[in-house]
């Protein structure tokens, strides 16, 4: 009876004579060889940190403000009920 692989629980092929499929094999493979090496690399390069939460937290904020600025802008400049204040030059030579 074929099963599905018990560590990715998706995998493409079926599992007869074994329980990993060939990805997660390859990755048992690899922790076997760099134990918590393997662990700390994968914390590091793939899991964040509260402080690395917090850092792309900020950086979306300030891209949404930069995002919303700009469209304020385009909106105030396309108003077209806005009229120019009117200067010296141009009131008095009326």
């Not at 990755?27 to 509260?50: A, C, M, Q």
């Not at 979306?60 to 930069?66: A, D, G, S, T």
């Amino acid at each position: 009876m074929p099963f599905n692989c018990i560590l990715c629980e998706t995998a493409d092929e079926w599992c007869v004579t074994h329980s990993l499929c060939s990805k997660c094999r390859v990755i048992k493979h690899t922790i076997t060889l760099y134990g918590d090496r393997f662990f700390e690399t994968i914390d590091r390069v793939f899991v964040r940190n509260p402080q690395g939460q917090l850092k792309k937290e900020q950086d979306i904020l300030k891209e949404e403000v930069k995002e919303t600025c700009e469209k304020i802008k385009d909106d105030s400049n396309n108003d077209e009920s806005y009229e120019k204040p009117k200067t010296r030059n141009k009131a008095h030579s009326k």
